[in-house]
Every structure is written in C-alpha cells, then in structure tokens.
C-alpha cells in the first residue's frame, strides 16, 4: 500500500504539472495572438507609414540582400523595439529576401 500511494502522489504530481504546463502554454498563446493583433494595427498606421518610407529612401528603394527594387517590404530587425524604432532597426527587403528571413517559403 506504500507504494500504491507513492504511485498515486507521483499520478497526482504529474497531472497537476501538465495542467499547469497547458494553462502556460495557453496564457503564451494567448499573449502573442494579442501582440500581433496590435503589431498588424500598428503596421497601418501612419506613424509606421513614415518610417517605412523613411527606410526604403534610405536604401534608394533597393532590397539590401538582393539589391532589386521590386515587391519592397521593410523588415524588423529586432522586434524589442516595435513602436519605437529607430533607422537601425529596420532595412529594406524584397518580399523573396524578407521570406527567407523569416524561413518560409514563397
């Protein structure tokens, strides 16, 4: 019967830490869809409109990893920034470069 109930505390332990571990999860998710909802929104408005434009001028409208001057997209660096960036965290990038940046296919 130790055992039994050893067995039953490690059973119970295990559950509890999985559902623990799923409600984190779920919260991370959570959080990131609400980020990028914001993120999206901020990407229309005129504030960003200003510095993407700001950026392609500053690369003479040119993709700065292909160097073509189709399909421009202007990419984040880092996104620690976000809402507050400066010049030196974004560059100008085809949607092909931009794509591979990312890892996904086109």
Not at 30 to 59: F, G, H, M, P, T
Request: aromatic residues 14%.
């Amino acid at each position: 019967t130790h055992r039994n109930n050893i067995n039953l505390t490690l059973r119970y332990f295990f559950d509890k830490r999985n559902e623990l571990l799923k409600d984190y999860y779920n919260e991370i998710s959570n959080k990131q869809s609400e980020w990028w909802v914001l993120y999206n929104q901020y990407l229309e408005s005129d504030e960003w409109k200003a510095k993407r434009e700001q950026r392609l001028e500053i690369d003479n409208y040119h993709c700065v990893h292909c160097d073509t001057t189709k399909n421009l997209q202007v990419h984040h660096i880092s996104y620690v920034y976000v809402g507050n960036e400066n010049m030196d965290d974004l560059i100008s990038v085809c949607y092909s470069c931009h794509c591979k940046i990312h890892g996904r296919q086109i």
